[in-house]
């Protein structure tokens, strides 16, 4: 069933860090709603809205990532030293070009982005304040996404875990002065959550920085005397805007399941709310499991080796089906149990018990869509990745869980029956376009 021990190795030392990393965020973002908790529940709300509102605007450059991690990844693979950078480069200057724009609209128009979202005048004011001191760290989450896509593409994956654990510690430590006013820090509230995150970034940035330019030297590590070719660029785009256009829709998707559970009652908001967050966090390792083999096939096929590419694609995938196999066990044996760390009502337990199975269940069954969606971005399929994901959950998915859940009247349970179903054949979907093999063909 698992891969050979050589070959297991290999994809754990690159799984790991990604995984610990993300990990930790997930754990930083749970501190951070507890530190604004304290605030009240409109502060902790505001935040909430605004941690939202980001991450959607985020999602507009998250492709840069990949972008920037399957080309290096082909040119390490070709052992194209010369070139192997020329990505990074181009990663950096969109970045920048679509950023710094961003940034400032979204400063100005703040208050209206924030009214689509929640229309409550305490919770907006809130919201507001926090989310003009996020996006100013849009220009550094863009360029960071561009180092860590390099990096994970040479397979120099630790360097993620390093820095991204120096910034949480700064972020916790400036978080805590700003809310409260501490250590002669101005007390901003739900402000000072949002300035401590940017603070945290703007680091961030400049540890990716200086350890790329000591590795790599002045003229390979950024824009200034490096190389910024135009095809480059397009390439860089070509692959960066299906990704983020996937991501960004695939959130949007959320916001509506989250609506289809409010033309429901309360309860199936709060127990929908839980069940979505316990899910985003345990497939974080089939997640980080996905982001390593999309350098192993970028990889292989730099190395014109398309049979090793396909098969680094199964090999992670076994890996990631018995990881998620074991973390999901606990709530398909003991769904009360898990349910009642975050529920106190025994109703909205009991109304969450089988639901919470069906999740344990939908963890493992993703398993292909996890990994195989994320090895085709490394084979350069971004497009075939974007139309599949969006296409199963907005022509398929929502429009069923609507028609189940409400109109039928199935409520919840029935929500997550058809969301089960929706995962396998997601699943299924990318198991197949990675055996036909057609993205073997694809050059970049």
């Known amino acids: 069933m698992l891969p050979e021990s050589s070959r297991r190795n290999t994809i754990l030392k690159l799984a790991l860090p990604i995984i610990a990393g993300m990990l930790s965020q997930s754990l930083l973002n749970l501190i951070d709603a507890a530190l604004v908790g304290s605030l009240g529940e409109t502060v902790l709300a505001g935040v909430g809205i605004g941690g939202y509102a980001m991450f959607m605007v985020t999602a507009l450059v998250f492709g840069l990532s990949s972008g920037v991690q399957a080309q290096t990844a082909r040119r390490h693979g070709e052992q194209d030293w010369h070139n192997r950078t020329d990505a990074l480069h181009a990663g950096l200057a969109i970045a920048l070009v679509i950023a ?92 000072g959550a949002g300035a401590g995150t940017t603070l945290s970034l703007l680091l961030g940035l400049i540890l990716w920085a200086v350890y790329t330019w000591r590795h790599l030297g002045p003229a390979n590590a950024g824009l200034i005397r490096g190389k910024l070719h135009i095809a480059t660029l397009l390439t860089t785009l070509r692959l960066a805007a299906p990704h983020s256009f996937q991501q960004l829709w695939f959130a949007g998707g959320y916001a509506v399941l989250f609506w289809i559970l409010g033309q429901l009652n309360t309860a199936s908001v709060a127990v929908g709310h839980v069940l979505v967050n316990l899910s985003l966090l345990l497939i974080l390792p089939g997640v980080g499991l996905g982001v390593a083999a999309m350098s192993l096939v970028g990889q292989a096929m730099g190395q014109q080796s398309n049979q090793e590419a396909h098969r680094w694609g199964w090999d992670v ?128």
């Open 100 to 191: 710094v724009p961003l940034t400032a609209l979204c400063l100005w128009q703040a208050p209206a982005l924030i009214g689509l979202l929640n229309p409550d005048a305490g919770v907006h004011d809130q919201a507001v304040e926090y989310f003009r001191w996020r996006v100013v760290s849009l220009v550094p989450v863009a360029m960071i996404f561009c180092f860590r896509g390099y990096w994970n593409g040479v397979q120099q994956t630790g360097i993620y875990l390093r820095i991204i654990l120096i910034m949480h510690v700064v972020n916790v430590l400036t978080s805590i002065g700003l809310i409260f006013g501490y250590a002669g820090l101005p007390r901003l509230g739900a402000a």
């Open 317 to 444: 995938v076994r890996i990631a089906w018995i990881c998620l196999a074991l973390i999901a066990l606990p709530m398909l044996v003991f769904p009360d149990a898990v349910l009642g760390l975050f529920l106190h009502d025994p109703a909205l337990v009991a109304l969450g018990h089988l639901p919470l199975q069906l999740t344990a269940l939908m963890i493992v069954l993703d398993v292909c869509a996890l990994v195989l969606g994320q090895a085709l971005l490394g084979a350069g399929a971004n497009r075939t990745v974007m139309t599949m994901t969006l296409a199963t959950q907005w022509l398929i998915f929502l429009p069923l869980a609507w028609w189940v859940g409400v109109a039928l009247g199935y409520g919840l349970l029935g929500i997550w029956w058809v969301q089960l179903g929706y995962r396998c054949l997601n699943s299924l979907g990318f198991a197949v376009i990675w055996q036909r093999g057609h993205w073997q063909r694809l050059a970049i």
